[in-house]
């Protein structure tokens, strides 16, 4: 399974970006997708995840900013960020977890930038 991942840059605080990612190769079917984030000297935390039913889990830190969606056609998964804070900057790693051959696998993304400036 691979994952690519869209959407990253640099934006002000208060500013908004939206992030992308799409799952590909010899797919059944994709359960949970999410959203993570690595900030620097931090380990990697949730962010937002979205099972194929569409039940929707957001970090306490982002709930009321941060929106999260999917397309089980087209095996995408967005992340809508909205008022964004400095203290959201960080490389954001989309997952997922598919249904292939062999079994259920986790994948992860290159990540992406994400940089909020004050």
């Known amino acids: 399974v691979q994952l690519q991942a869209s959407g990253g840059g640099l934006v002000q605080a208060g500013g908004s970006l939206r992030l992308s990612c799409a799952a590909s190769g010899n797919i059944f079917s994709v359960n949970d997708m999410g959203w993570y984030r690595q900030a620097p000297g931090k380990q990697r935390e949730l962010v937002a995840t979205i099972s194929r039913g569409g039940s929707i889990n957001y970090a306490d830190s982002v709930k009321g900013r941060f929106t999260i969606s999917r397309d089980n056609a087209k095996n995408t998964v967005h992340l809508q960020m909205n008022s964004l804070k400095p203290e959201d900057t960080a490389v954001y790693y989309c997952?997922?977890?598919?249904?292939?051959?062999?079994?259920?696998?986790?994948?992860w993304g290159q990540g992406t930038q994400v940089t909020v400036s004050s």
């Open positions: 997952n997922a977890r598919a249904l292939v051959i062999t079994g259920f696998a986790d994948s």
